[in-house]
């Protein structure tokens, strides 16, 4: 049972009041869910304000220029929205929404359906078609939600549909990026292979340029003869692997699942970390037809497409109006995403060489590991098999190393910086961190294990510089 329904019929009951929209929807398809979007005859405050007091939830206004209430349950999972009603019956209400699958309606008390579009033989031909011609044109952001049903529903799209949309696709830039942000958020973070599906759909129906044109502007660029892509078409792949990886993590070894759940912890903007790391796989390689040139013997190359793309992703996200945090942390991921990559070359390891890989990725040692991987099962070239069986024999191993800095941190310092800075003579500043990180590189390389051995190697450096 829908928790948010269940509480309105337990408060509401006497009025006129519909249920309407997603909650409809999805008792018929038997989707579980605990929010409803309730059309009400009367006065939506008063009745917000009931639903609130009578369950002990908030209420507060959502819209004061469309007269919405929000009444949400306190530390809780359900929340139901109180909207007046449009027009002088249910069926004119109905009749200004924007797909027949959410302009259903029913009596909040229970009783006949109201269907006045088709909406429930739509559901059966599990097909998406619009209420009317312009319905998109009332709110181009119905385009992205369009999108975003197609994939979490796994709905086609009526052929009706298709140009009505694209006419719409390019007002979507004049729609506020917070609510732009939350339609691209579901399609990201859609199950299944419904992702790369959501976005190649943004694509086709022209909404993917005024959202996110870092991919559109990716069309047509070619790569290497290592990929088997362009630049858009392994972004897609690449985003594909991670969900893949998600879904099954035993590519990544004996760590794959300790790595999963690093990847379920929250993060930012209501995203998991693997939620975020799904925006890390779109963007990883944003700058590439920025820096994309070739060496005078015609081999490709986009050196600094890392840096720059870091820099692109985190723009991307600005613009989205992403928090901070999130901003920062798919920097990371772009910025890091090639280190383990350049290391194959060097295997075997050095303690040296994992340590400058684990503080360098810090804190996306672990997250970064699995976007490595993702973006190597996506390039499918040139000795293909070969690359792919080495890059994962040693993420494989930097992921046990990740997942151990990521509970334990770097090791204990031998010595304290005033300490050392003491012992030595010398002020505090840019020469005493890098003593202080030549130390904790040779501690985790296990070539010093006491303060004796601190002082002296931090002698030894002074002395050769």
Sequence with gaps: MNRGLAAARAALTGESVWV?????RDELLGRPGDDVDIVVAGGV?????RLGKAKGAAAFPLSEAFGAWRVSERGGTWQADLMPMEGETIEQDLARRDLTVNAMAQPLEGGELVDP???????????????????????????LRLARLAVELGFDLDPSVREPARRAAPRVADVSAERVFVELKRIVTAPGPAPWLGIALLDELGALEPVLPELTAQQGVDQTKYHHLDVYGHTLDALTKLVELERDPSPLGEHGEAAAGVLAEPLADDLTRGEALRFGALL?????????????????????HDERGAELARDALRRLRASEKLQAHVASLTRHHLRLGFLVHRTPLSRRDVH??????????????????????????????????????????????????RAAGPPEPLVRGDDLAA???????????????????????????TQEDAVARAREVLAST
């Design 356 to 405: 400058a890989y684990l503080r360098a990725c810090e804190p996306v040692e672990v997250d970064v590991t699995v976007l490595s991987v993702a973006d190597r099962l996506a390039t499918r070239g040139h000795k293909a098999d070969e690359a792919i069986a080495r890059h994962l024999e040693l993420a494989r191993e930097l992921l046990g190393e990740a997942l151990r800095w």
């Design 20 to 24: 309407v929209g997603g909650a409809v």
């Design 423 to 449: 012992e030595l003579g010398i002020e505090p500043g840019p020469e005493l961190g890098r003593l202080l990180d030549e130390l904790e590189a040779a501690q985790f390389a296990g070539e010093i294990a």
């Design 284 to 304: 990883h390689d944003a700058a590439k037809p920025q820096t994309r040139g070739e060496t005078p013997e015609g081999r490709v190359t986009f050196i600094g």
């Design 45 to 49: 405050e008063e009745l917000a304000r």
């Design 117 to 143: 579009f088709g909406g429930r033989a739509d559901l059966e031909a599990r097909r998406l078609r619009l209420v009317s011609a312009d319905a998109l044109e009332a709110d181009p952001l119905r385009v």
